[in-house]
């Protein structure tokens, strides 16, 4: 993996350039020190809580692999994979589900398929965002992302016919036998040997489907995730002074281009969130560089070190070793 970790820090490097290039440091630094960090206060609290109903939803998702999760346990695997995810990108996604599985002793691999249906509701709440911003937002929007149009459109296709197929999978579970029977031959043998039993307990994740109460309360925890997500991004407005400015309705156009910026491969989102958070502010909303700048520095500051530090005690307190979680990213 160590070519996967340099095109990271490589990618990491260009969009910090793309982000910082001309910028005017001391213009900067006066308007971060300038903010009013009581609003930021807010933006935390609304940070944890995001993640406190993203734990609450993934009980309801391991409902039918095990009932009554401990939501303490739910929440500690939520900020385990977050933290992982800024050291090492997407490396979270596995993470997660094996830190579950280790406190509640189920199968990492059915954890691992809950996991996989909350980035494909993520990426369809995504995607509504992205159909709402012209109602937002009627300025210079496709301008000035002349791709966004084109990647959510690619993104749709691709998500749904990822999802249709994991649902067939999971309702014809003879389908999934013959497919693997066809498959297993050009496996090596000892990942042959477990195929078939991981990807019955992976498609397991799915099963919350059959369900029309609980996809309901997923729906539902769903829409409180990235409402929270939403007023988060409000509140810090209020430090920078631009809530004369900008609304709640630019809040949900930030979020959805923020999306963006947390789902290309750099750690917790890191160079990537700033230039084209940066980038909106000023090009959308007419914010002056150097605050669309310190805007994008301190609230992406806040995310990336408070689940640093929550994410630690997790990690520290469940006695789970960095090194045991990057074996897991390896699917050790």
Do not use: C
């Amino acid at each position: 993996m160590p070519l996967r970790y340099g095109i990271s820090a490589l990618v990491t490097v260009l969009f910090l350039y793309l982000a910082f290039r001309g910028t005017d440091f001391a213009k900067l630094l006066n308007t971060i020190v300038a903010a009013n960090y009581w609003w930021i206060l807010p933006s935390f609290t609304l940070l944890m809580i995001s993640h406190a109903v993203r734990a609450w939803r993934w009980r309801f998702l391991m409902n039918p692999i095990k009932r009554d999760i401990r939501f303490r346990n739910l929440f500690s695997g939520v900020m385990i994979g977050y933290l992982i995810n800024n050291v090492i990108p997407r490396g979270g996604e596995l993470a997660r589900p094996y830190a579950l599985g280790k406190l509640e002793s189920l199968p990492a691999s059915a954890a691992f398929g809950t996991v996989v249906i909350e980035r494909i509701i993520d990426i369809f709440s995504f995607l509504v965002l992205v159909m709402l911003m012209p109602v937002l937002y009627t300025g210079p929007l496709w301008e000035t992302f002349p791709w966004l149009k084109a990647a959510g459109i690619t993104v749709t296709l691709a998500t749904a016919s990822l999802l249709l197929v994991l649902i067939i999978l999971m309702v014809r579970r003879d389908w999934t036998d013959t497919v693997l029977r066809s498959v297993n031959p050009l496996l090596p043998r000892w990942i042959a040997s477990k195929a078939g039993d991981t990807m019955h307990s992976f498609l397991d994740g799915f099963l919350f489907l059959k369900s029309p109460r609980q996809t309901f309360a997923i729906l539902l925890l769903s829409i409180l995730v990235w409402l929270t997500y939403a007023l988060m991004t409000y509140f810090a407005f209020f430090a920078f002074g631009l809530e004369h400015v900008l609304n709640f309705g630019s809040a949900l156009v930030l979020l959805a281009l923020s999306s963006i910026g947390f789902s290309i491969p750099t750690p917790g989102g890191t160079g990537s969130y700033h230039a084209i958070i940066a980038q909106a502010l000023e090009k959308l909303f007419a914010i002056d560089p150097a605050l669309a700048l310190s805007y994008a520095t301190v609230t992406h500051a806040v995310s990336y070190f408070g689940v640093t530090i929550v994410g630690s005690y997790f990690l520290l307190r469940d006695n789970f070793a960095i090194a045991e979680a990057v074996r897991s990213e390896h699917g050790g």
